[in-house]
């Protein structure tokens, strides 16, 4: 038997503890200065995704690789929540977010509590807790990765009323119905008004992901996170951007592939390389600069920060200043070029001549081999 659900109403009026932004975006950099993220106006990014959270609900979007998820989580542990995630795919259904009845071991049907169900009964237990204790965290929040990856509007079926605020008076009012539960006490829950959704949304792949009804955004605010803009350092200088790449790269390959002596152990790159180092960075760092300017007649390519530390992987794995044009090209041939997807003709002669001009026979072949692969 499902366990009642009624003490969750006493709970559904406790807002956030803190309303101070600018304490909750001190948290956010440090937690992003761990991480060897980089976002252009992070002051400004900050701002709107902290004021969107202490309104209500959140969908981070923009291009793959800019840092939505990382930075989900990173706004989550600020507030000081637990983070609870999930992926929509395009089967998702009411069954997945709110729940249903599933079969059990005895050939019957037994209900199923959906990923907001859990999330939102996590949170509201979270809560009852602090109460009666100190406690770290004062929420838990459902992170949605690949928001738009299923058919939200139907997924979402009757969290529709409820969310249209977060408002402690609307939600003590508002319990979302469990029509599946047998016990009539398990059947409303009521959720906190400290508990929040927050979405990501890959807003480049159109062709493959569902729209989202005026009626739903009106439930979310939508703050989008661009690719960083191209370099502009002075000439011989390596950007922040590509700075941290390169360390979040050095990284990678210690923790994964440590030889014992310490961030410097990558091949070819010990201490006497440190000139090697900066003449890769610099490569890196042009030919994305490239891509995301694109040319007179086409915009840039939207390069993610995560894209460039794909990059970086690639060529921290060793080799020597005389190779390492070669593997840049493989690095773009294999990490990014398979995303030039959908270019008109214009766009695609533009791009092939970025990457003949930066030197990069490989990627070319890859881009001439997406719009024409049957060609020898």
């Given amino acids: 038997m499902s366990e009642s659900l009624l003490w969750t109403q006493e709970f559904a009026g406790h807002c956030l503890r803190s309303a101070d932004v600018e304490k909750i975006a001190q948290r956010c950099k440090e937690l992003i200065s761990n991480s060897s993220l ?74 199923a509590h959906g990923a907001y169900t859990r999330a939102a009964i996590a949170c509201a237990d979270v809560v009852r807790t602090e109460t009666s204790t100190q406690h770290d965290h004062q929420a838990v929040w459902l992170l949605i990765d690949e928001f738009n990856r299923a058919d939200i509007d139907k997924a979402i079926g009757s969290l529709y009323t409820l969310l249209s605020s977060t408002d402690p008076d609307h939600l003590s009012k508002t319990p979302l119905e469990l029509w599946f539960e047998r016990d009539p006490d398990a059947r409303r829950l009521w959720v906190p008004a400290r508990f929040r959704i927050i979405g990501t949304m890959n807003d480049l792949d159109t062709n493959y992901v569902n729209s989202i009804s005026q009626g739903l955004k009106r439930r979310f605010s939508f703050v989008t996170i661009p690719a960083a803009a191209p370099d502009q350092s002075p000439a011989g200088a390596v950007g922040p951007e590509v700075a941290l790449a390169y360390d979040q790269a050095i990284e990678w390959y210690d923790r994964c592939y440590v030889t014992g002596k310490g961030p410097t152990s990558v091949i070819g790159f010990a201490g006497e390389a440190t000139e090697h180092a900066q003449v890769m960075q ?77 030197g990069l026979p490989k990627s070319v072949r890859a881009l001439q081999h997406i719009y024409n692969p049957y060609a020898l």
């Fill in 282 to 358: 610099l490569q890196v760092q042009n030919v994305v600069a490239k891509l995301r300017r694109g040319s007179s007649e086409v915009r840039g390519w939207p390069v993610g920060s995560a894209q460039v530390v794909d990059v970086m992987k690639y060529l921290v794995l060793g080799g020597t200043e005389k190779d390492m044009s070669a593997r840049l090209d493989a690095a773009v041939a294999e990490r990014l070029v398979a995303q030039f997807e959908n270019l008109s003709e214009v766009q695609l002669d533009a791009f092939l001549k970025i990457l003949e001009d930066s």
């Fill in 38 to 111: 980089h976002f252009d106006n992070l002051d400004e990014l900050l701002d709107s995704c902290i004021s969107a959270l202490l309104v209500g609900n959140l969908v981070l979007q923009g291009p793959p690789g800019t840092g939505k998820t990382t930075l989900a989580r990173i706004l989550s542990s600020a507030f000081d929540t637990i983070a609870y995630e999930t992926t929509a795919t395009s089967e998702w259904s009411t069954y997945d977010v709110v729940g249903g009845l599933a079969p059990n071991v005895s050939g019957g049907l037994e209900p």
